[in-house]
């Protein structure tokens, strides 16, 4: 790697945060101090989804089909469905979701640590994802001591997750760093609000409330248990009583441009531009 970065004419990393977390302490992982000196160097491009498979208006997996100006109506069959499916009760609450590699760079142990402080808040969570064991073992305890309000499915499912997407009003993801992140994006362009860390992409991508006139997302301010049993608080009030502020938040959210499309165009531009530098330097 280090040999890599050395000889490379260019680099590039999947965020801003991201580039610059690199540069800076333990996320450098002992390169820090070289990417530092190459930083002129180094881009960053965060990332984008595939629109033709992350679609809420032409998804064959979910149970209603929905865009910006119908998800009102039509989420709510999608938000049922999944609860059937995880056999949930059929509850008027928020329905928080989380889909991810069970391990702790994700935080999933901070949501395990708290999953009845989160269930007594009157919401309902559904988790896919495999990983760790222990993650896997506390995750599938939990669910057999809140039979109809938490839902687990261990593995891999890729048709079970466009459901979750369609069907979740917030998802988890408080990571503890994330070079990009592709699930705040999905559950943007499905109309699920992000509750995200400040880390990384997750930072870059997801305009938090509190942080922007146009959130669409809510921050952890801290990666451990308090800070995320707090934005989960703040999710559950705002689904209870400040439904216009999530119904922008919603809106928002699925106005943003997350596709391929304009980091095509940079990674284009970079290579352009190094293929005219070694053209004029021969």
């Known amino acids: 790697m280090k040999a890599g970065i050395i000889f490379s004419d260019v680099i590039n990393t999947v965020s801003e945060t991201y580039a610059s977390e690199i540069q800076n ?20 491009i965060t990332n984008g989804i595939d629109y033709d498979e992350w679609n809420p208006e032409t998804d064959p997996n979910i149970a209603e089909n929905y865009c910006v100006k ?26 928080m979701s989380l889909i991810s590699r069970l391990v ?4 999933i142990d901070l949501v ?17 994802g495999t990983g760790d ?31 979750i997407e369609a069907g979740a009003d917030f998802f988890l993801m408080p990571s503890r760093f994330e070079p990009c992140g592709l699930n705040q994006m999905i559950s943007m362009r499905y109309g699920t609000v992000p509750i995200v860390t400040g ?46 502020l999530l119904n922008a938040m919603i809106s928002n959210a699925m106005e943003q441009d997350v596709s391929w499309t304009e980091p095509a165009r940079r990674y284009a531009r970079i290579y352009h531009n190094l293929k005219e530098s070694r053209e004029s330097s021969r």
């Open 25 to 44: 302490g333990s996320l450098g992982m002992g390169l820090e101090g070289l990417l530092s000196t190459k930083k002129n160097d180094l881009y960053a």
């Open 70 to 95: 119908t998800y009102a109506q039509k989420k709510t069959a999608c938000k049922r469905d999944l609860q059937e499916r995880f056999s949930l009760e059929k509850s008027s609450g928020p329905l």
């Open 133 to 163: 064991r222990r993650h896997e073992k506390d995750l599938l305890s939990l669910s057999a001591s809140h039979a109809g309000r938490l839902g687990v499915v261990v593995g891999f499912d890729e048709s079970l997750a466009h459901v």
């Open 104 to 107: 702790d760079q994700k935080g």
């Open 199 to 244: 880390v990384g992409g997750l930072k870059d991508t997801v305009r938090a409330l509190g942080e922007s006139d146009a959130p669409f997302g809510i921050r952890v301010d801290s990666p451990d248990p308090v800070h995320l049993r707090k934005a989960i608080d703040a999710a559950r009030g705002i689904f209870r009583d400040r439904r216009p």
């Open 112 to 128: 395990v640590s708290i999953m009845d402080e989160i269930i007594s808040l009157g919401a309902q969570v559904v988790v896919l």
